[in-house]
């Protein structure tokens, strides 16, 4: 075992990290005791505090022994601060934590609740483990729960980090602790529906392996923004409405987010990386936004050849939903993540937003990537959702980049020659004159 993390290059001691970890523990653990104890007392003092309970919640068993995996995330908070493989993933994972109890503690106070059922009297090792968690935890910390959201937020640093069997035996275990919030009659239903969706929130808006970058979108991409914007409000308000319609609260926040994306984040804000991999985070947070954009791409693909060979080793596409038969992929989607039908192939990913142009450096990476995979493996298909935008706009600098096409009309021409239903539209092509000017004059 190695006493160095590689990270960017250079070798961090083990024992730098594990220091580093131990500054944050003393930070975090009075910061979580503090605020949660405190937030605590202050609402049990509180006149007319409710509770938001589910009929069907009278069903679930008291079970006593549950109250172990509740306790043990205690040690795996502190565990978690030591398994970090770089100061980054460290900071991080650290502030997420941070986040986690302000946020916490932010909803006890605006949106005060309290357990509602009288916890039956446990003997043994059992009720001494629930006796020292009523010494600082009254009923009255409940919605967002604090336990849910650190369980998904520990689950997230364990798991990059375990490999083989460990790796189902962790999950159950904290599929466990998330389950003993209600078997040791500690929360209602309410309670863990809000801590997932918080801390789904805080590990999507505090990534580990990626940074934020806001450039101002203009023109279609503002058009966008507007469009998903008002979408999002309209879901949240009527989700904020009444408890009947909130679960819309879900695809407004997924529409809100890919709002931000057009007015500034870009592609980023969908968290897909280098390998097509997308974040849990983001995975749960815009599975409304990517359900529609699937359900989507497989009406319109009913009536779209699914590849079309626009030059000899060069296809252009729509999302896979068959297995490829070229010998690389250039994935230009930033909606949907690498499958199974492109498993054993060449791979690179050069994610884009839907329905807006890339700008002329990411066109050039994407043309770069093309030409390496073609040169390693012969045949390559880009594709992006439906191969009519993304990927026809890719198809076509590629052809001026490998003199096929003398000019930019021209590679259009010769693009819609080999699948019509291309639909390049003027931001595309101006994109795609200021790429050709550029190469120009650099050549």
């Known amino acids: 075992m190695t006493d160095c993390y590689a990270e960017h290059g250079l070798m961090v001691p083990r024992r730098t990290l594990w220091r580093r970890g131990a500054v944050w523990l003393v930070v975090l653990a009075p910061l979580f005791f503090l605020t949660y104890g405190q937030v605590n ?8 505090v409710e509770s938001l309970v589910f009929g069907w919640e009278t069903q679930i068993p008291f079970l006593p022994w549950t109250i172990v995996p509740y306790w043990s995330i205690d040690l795996l908070y502190g565990l978690s601060l030591f398994v970090c493989t770089s100061r980054r993933e460290l900071t991080r994972h650290a502030w997420r934590l941070v986040a986690a109890s302000l946020l916490a503690c932010a909803g006890f106070l605006l949106f005060p609740l309290k ?25 009255y910390n409940q919605a967002p729960s604090l336990h849910i959201m650190l369980a998904w937020l520990l689950w997230l640093r364990f798991w990059p980090h375990l490999r083989g069997v460990w790796r189902p035996v962790m999950s159950a275990w904290f599929l466990l602790i998330a389950a003993s919030v209600l078997t040791t009659w500690q929360h209602h239903f309410i309670d863990v529906l809000t ?41 949240l308000i009527t989700g904020f409405s009444a408890l009947a319609y909130a679960w819309l609260l879900w695809p407004g926040m997924a529409l809100g987010a890919i709002a931000l994306a057009y007015a500034g984040l870009g592609s980023g804000a969908l968290q897909k990386n280098a390998n097509g991999n997308i974040s849990p985070s983001s995975r749960l947070l815009l599975f409304p936004y990517r359900l529609g954009a699937r359900l989507s791409m497989c009406w319109f693909m009913r009536r779209l050849a699914p590849v079309t060979e626009i030059a000899p080793g060069m296809f252009v596409g729509g999302y896979p939903l068959r297995s490829v038969s070229q010998g690389a992929v250039l994935d230009v989607t930033a909606e949907f993540s690498r499958n199974r039908h492109t498993a054993g192939r060449g791979y690179v990913c050069e994610p884009m937003l839907d329905l807006v142009a890339p700008d002329a450096e990411q066109l050039e990476r994407a043309v770069m990537a093309l030409t390496q995979l073609q040169a390693q493996y012969g045949s390559v298909l880009v594709h992006c959702a439906l191969g009519l935008s993304r990927s026809a706009l890719v198809g076509a600098a590629w052809l001026l980049a490998c003199g096929v096409a003398a000019s930019p009309r021209q590679s259009v021409e010769l693009l819609h020659c080999r699948r019509p239903q291309i639909v390049l539209s003027p931001s595309f092509l101006q994109v795609l004159e200021q790429w050709h000017q550029q190469r120009t004059k650099n050549v």
């Open 41 to 48: 007392q202050f609402t049990a003092g509180r006149a007319g």
């Open 115 to 139: 357990f509602s059922f009288v916890r039956p009297q446990s003997e043994g090792l059992f009720g001494w483990l629930f006796q020292q968690l009523e010494l600082f935890d009254l009923p």
């Open 195 to 235: 801590g997932l969706a918080a801390g789904v929130v805080i590990s999507y808006a505090i990534p580990i392996n990626s940074n934020w970058r806001w450039r101002p979108a203009s023109g279609k991409g503002r058009r966008l923004m507007l469009r998903y914007a008002a979408a999002a409000l309209i879901c």
